[in-house]
């Protein structure tokens, strides 16, 4: 009998690492000559990020400096899907900033018809959040692999548990 390999295809992103990019953001917000006394700050939640700043444009350098503190800790800029820009309390400016994670059925879906387009012997298998892609191949996992990585996907994809 011959081993059947196999792969799964999550998108997600280190928690930690991400708490640690906020905290670097809001302290470097909070010290800048720019942001003194304007009542700026990074708010982040379970899903969400939460910008609060004076003006739109002082809220744009903020996702500047945000996004260049998760860059630099290695996280995807795909996992933030930016909401609108929207007044808040005493002429200030709100942003909601929304954390992906996971992989849509409709998002699944057509990743699935990419596999299967790239080699009908491997067998694609959704499982909530994730896709599990197996072979008797290794080979035809690696393209695979190669395939997906090409693709623009809106979120990012990770391969894990190859085996």
Known sequence: ???EYSFDVVSQYDRQELVNAVNQA???VTTRYDFKDAGASIAL?????VLDGPSEMKLKAMVD????????RNLSLKILKMGPVEPAAKGTVRQRIE???????ELARTLVKQI???SPKVQPRIQGDAIRVSSREKDLLQKVIQ???ETDAPVPLQFINYR
Not at 45 to 49: C, K, P
Not at 99 to 105: P, R, S
């Open 45 to 49: 939640g379970d899903s969400e990020l």
């Open 1 to 3: 009998m011959t081993q």
């Open 147 to 149: 395939s997906l990585r």
């Open 26 to 28: 809001q302290r470097e």
């Open 99 to 105: 954390l992906q994670a996971g992989i849509t059925d």
């Open 116 to 118: 299967k387009t790239v």
């Open 65 to 72: 400096v945000l996004q260049s503190k998760l860059v630099r």
